[in-house]
C-alpha cells in the first residue's frame, strides 16, 4: 500500500471512529483501488498508538477510553504456565530437551550462583546469552509477581491511564512487562518501550511475542546511560503526533538497575524530562540491604534537589526536612509457587563438569519469595497521604531526642512488616524527618491500637499516646505501643 492509500486508511479512520466502530472491510471501500481488508487492517494497527485504537476482538477499532486504569487484582500465586512453556522452548532450542541435566544444567547453576555472588558484592553482571536465559530461570518469576503488585497500586490509586505510554529502562528479560501486560484488560492501549543493551533482549523479545493486540512494544538495545529518552516525545520514534498531543510517559520504571549504575541520580533526572506531568517514575530495586538502602539513596537525592517528588510509600510529612536514617525499607508478599523450570533445574543431574560441586544445596536453585523496595516518584508534587501535620498537637521525629519517655502524638508510615524475631512485633516507621531509625513496638495489643499490625505496608498511621524510648543496642529510637496508646490509619 502506497503512502497516499495509507493516508486514506488513516483518515477515514480520524472520521469513523467519532461515529461506529472501525472495520476494515468497510474502510477498503473508500480508499484507492480498495487495498485488501488485511492490508488496511495492518495500516490501522501500525497507526493505533497515534490514532488512540484498540482492536476489538472481532477485528474492529475503536478509540481506547479516556478514562483511568481499573482492573481487578487479588495478589499472585503462581508465574504464567504460558510463560513458562515459552522460557523452557528457550532453554530446549539452546541445549535441548535435557537442558536441566549435565554439562548445561550444570552451567545454568553456576551461571545462577556467579549472579547471586556478583549482587551481593555489589559487581557489576555481563549478560551473554546463557547469563541471561539463567538470570530468566531464577528471576523472570518473581520479577513479575513484584510488577504486579506495584503496578497494581498506581492502577488502585487511578494514576494510570487507559491509554498508556511505557518506558522500562534496563528491562532485562522481561519480568516486569509480563507483569503489566497480564494486569491490565484487554481495551487498554499500550506504548511500551524498553531500553536493554545486553543479550537479555533477545530473551525480552522473545517474551514480548506473546503480548496481546494492544500492546505495542519497541525495544532499543542501548545503555540506559547512553539513550535518549526525549527522542520519543518528540515524534522520533512514536509518541507526539498531531493526534496524540500528550507530553511524556505516563509510566517510567527502573526495575532493578539503578544498583548497576555508574550514577544513577544523574540518570533518572535526565529520564524524568521524558515523564509526563502527571506520570509516575517507579523505582524498584530487591529487598536486600545494599540495594534497598541505595534505592532509598537515589530517592530522596533526586527528591531533595528536584523537580521529582515522592508520591509514596516513604511519605514526607513535614516540609523543610529530610530524612537521614539509613531506611533499609521493603515490602514482604507472599510466596508464589515454585515453577517447574525452576524445580526440574534445582533437581536436575549433575554432569561430568565439575560445576555442580559437593556444595550444592536442596532448594538452591529455586526462587519464589517476593520481597522488593520501591519508590514512586512524581513531577506535580502529588503524595499518596497528602496533608501536613499540626506541630501543636503533633511531634516530629526529628525531635524524638527531646522527648524520650515522654508520651507523645505522631503520624508516621509504616515502612516494614513485622521485624521481630519471637517477641513484641516490631515495625519500622517513617515521617519524613528522622535522623535515626524508629520503630513501633507492640507490647500490648488492644482494639484501641490494632491498627498498627493490621496496617499495609506504606499505609500512613496517627499514633496516640506512645511512648518514646532509646533503645541504646540498636541506636535507635522505640515508639512503645502499649494499653494506653491509640493507633489509627489515616485515610488516602
Given at each position: ?5 495509507r ?11 467519532e461515529?461506529?466502530?472501525?472495520d ?22 501500525e497507526?493505533?498508538v497515534?490514532?488512540?485504537?484498540v ?16 482492573t ?16 523452557e ?21 553456576e551461571?545462577?550462583r556467579a ?7 555489589q ?12 538470570y ?17 497500586d498506581?492502577?488502585r ?11 522500562d529502562?534496563?528491562a ?11 494486569l ?8 511500551y ?12 523479545e ?8 494492544n500492546?505495542?512494544?519497541?525495544i ?18 512514536g509518541?507526539?503526533?498531531d493526534?496524540?498531543?500528550r507530553?511524556?510517559?505516563d509510566?517510567?520504571l ?10 544513577p ?5 535526565r ?6 506531568p502527571?506520570?509516575t517514575?517507579v523505582g524498584l530495586a530487591?529487598?536486600?540491604r545494599n540495594?534497598?538502602?541505595?534505592l532509598r ?21 513535614w ?23 525452576q ?23 529455586v ?6 523496595a ?21 511531634a ?6 527531646d ?6 502524638n ?20 517513617g ?10 513496638v507492640?507490647t ?5 491500637n ?9 499505609d ?12 541504646d543496642?540498636?541506636?535507635a ?16
Amino acid at each position: 500500500m502506497n503512502a497516499d492509500q495509507r493516508e486514506q486508511v488513516r483518515s477515514n479512520a480520524k472520521y469513523l471512529r467519532e461515529v461506529r466502530p472501525i472495520d476494515p472491510d468497510e474502510i477498503h471501500e473508500y480508499v484507492d483501488g480498495q487495498p485488501h481488508p488485511a492490508a488496511v487492517k495492518q495500516v490501522l494497527r501500525e497507526s493505533a498508538v497515534d490514532l488512540g485504537l484498540v482492536e476489538r476482538e472481532d477485528g474492529t477499532f475503536k478509540p481506547v477510553d479516556e478514562e483511568p486504569l481499573s482492573t481487578a487484582f487479588h495478589g499472585v500465586e503462581a508465574f504464567p504456565v504460558e510463560h513458562g512453556r515459552l522460557l523452557e522452548d528457550m532453554l530446549v532450542e539452546r541445549y535441548g530437551a535435557g537442558w536441566p541435566d549435565g554439562d548445561s544444567g550444570d552451567r545454568l547453576r553456576e551461571r545462577i550462583r556467579a549472579i547471586k555472588d556478583d549482587y551481593y558484592h555489589q559487581r557489576d553482571v555481563a549478560y551473554d546469552a546463557e547469563t541471561a536465559l539463567a538470570y530468566a530461570v531464577y528471576h523472570l518469576p518473581d520479577y513479575y509477581a513484584v510488577a504486579q503488585y506495584v503496578l497494581a497500586d498506581l492502577i488502585r490509586d487511578g494514576l494510570l491511564p487507559k491509554r498508556l505510554r511505557v518506558l522500562d529502562v534496563g528491562a532485562g528479560v522481561g519480568g516486569p512487562a509480563l507483569g503489566l501486560h497480564d494486569l491490565l484488560p484487554e481495551d487498554a492501549l499500550v506504548d511500551y518501550h524498553a531500553v536493554e543493551p545486553s543479550d537479555a533482549a533477545d530473551v525480552l523479545e522473545a517474551m514480548l511475542a506473546e503480548t496481546g493486540r494492544n500492546v505495542y512494544p519497541t525495544i532499543h538495545r542501548e545503555t540506559a546511560e547512553s539513550f535518549d529518552p526525549a527522542a520519543l516525545i518528540e515524534g522520533e520514534s512514536g509518541g507526539g503526533s498531531d493526534e496524540d498531543d500528550r507530553a511524556g510517559f505516563d509510566l517510567i520504571l527502573f526495575s532493578n538497575v539503578l544498583s548497576e549504575l555508574d550514577d544513577p541520580e544523574s540518570v533518572v533526572r535526565r529520564y524524568t524530562d521524558a515523564l509526563a506531568p502527571d506520570g509516575t517514575i517507579v523505582g524498584l530495586a530487591p529487598a536486600d540491604r545494599n540495594t534497598a538502602i541505595g534505592l532509598r539513596e537515589v530517592e530522596r537525592a533526586v527528591a531533595d534537589r528536584g523537580p521529582l517528588a515522592i508520591y509514596g510509600p516513604t511519605v514526607r510529612l513535614w516540609p523543610g526536612v529530610t530524612p537521614a536514617d539509613d531506611c533499609w525499607s521493603f515490602d514482604v508478599k507472599p510466596d508464589i509457587e515454585v515453577p517447574a523450570f525452576q524445580r526440574r533445574l534445582d533437581e536436575g543431574d549433575p554432569g561430568e563438569s565439575g560445576l555442580d560441586g559437593p556444595e550444592r544445596r536442596d532448594g538452591e536453585f529455586v526462587n519464589a519469595d517476593v520481597q522488593y523496595a520501591y519508590t514512586f516518584l512524581r513531577r506535580d508534587g502529588r503524595r499518596r497521604v497528602d496533608f501536613t501535620p499540626d506541630d501543636s498537637r503533633v511531634a516530629r521525629f526529628a525531635d524524638s531526642d527531646d522527648h524520650v519517655t515522654d508520651r507523645l502524638n505522631y503520624y508516621a508510615a509504616k515502612l516494614s512488616h513485622d521485624l521481630s524475631e519471637g517477641g513484641n512485633d516490631l515495625f519500622r516507621v517513617g515521617d519524613g524527618s528522622q535522623q535515626v531509625d524508629h520503630f513501633a513496638v507492640l507490647t500490648e495489643e488492644s482494639t484501641l491500637n490494632a491498627d498498627l499490625r493490621a496496617a499495609d505496608y506504606g499505609d500512613v498511621l496517627s499514633f496516640e499516646n506512645v511512648l518514646v524510648l532509646w533503645n541504646d543496642d540498636e541506636e535507635a529510637y522505640n515508639l512503645v505501643v502499649d494499653g494506653e496508646t491509640v493507633v489509627d490509619r489515616v485515610p488516602v
